[in-house]
């Protein structure tokens, strides 16, 4: 009759669990690793704009913006929204004369010339017209009273197919519409009052 190993048996056991606890702590941290990675992954927005300052512009968007002769017209350089020198200084001047007329209502217009795709100017448009107000709102307008628009290729001032003209319709433009006060009553007029001591001429 032959000896059962019992003791061999019983490490066969206990190796073959410590195998499976290792195969399982592998899993779980290939699954940590996996989320781990997954969640870096997420970024911000490229513009990094809070939704706060979204519901500004939201809010005072709108139609019946006119120009005005006192605000310039700023313009771009090919395929950039930064300003220029020049543009600084229109964009100074403008900003004084809104600052003068603080019932108006701000609406800036980014445009572009007609090359390069419809997305990709209504794009660069919204960058131009944002860079514009940002530089009014670091120059003390208020941001509730401004927004933006892109309008990218739509309205073009110069349709020749040359640099100059093409230079004309880089621009961002600045539009305003007077704020709406409330109506005031006009005081009801009297009846002069009638002096009865005072004798008619038909009565001498």
Known sequence: MST???RGIHLRTCATMIAAVAALGLIFGCAKKSVIKKESSVTPSAEGKPVQEEDVEASVRGKDFTPVKEL???YFDLDQADLRE???AVAEKNAEFLKAHPSMIVRIDGHC??????EYNLALGQRRAAAIRAYYKSLGIAAKRMATQSLGEERLVCAEQNEDCWGKNRRAETLVRVKEEPAKASPAKTAP???KGTKTDSAK
């Open 72 to 74: 310039g017209v700023i």
């Open 4 to 6: 059962i190993d019992v």
């Open 193 to 195: 009052a009638q002096n």
């Open 86 to 88: 020049d543009s600084r």
């Open 113 to 118: 010339d007609e090359r390069g795709t419809t």
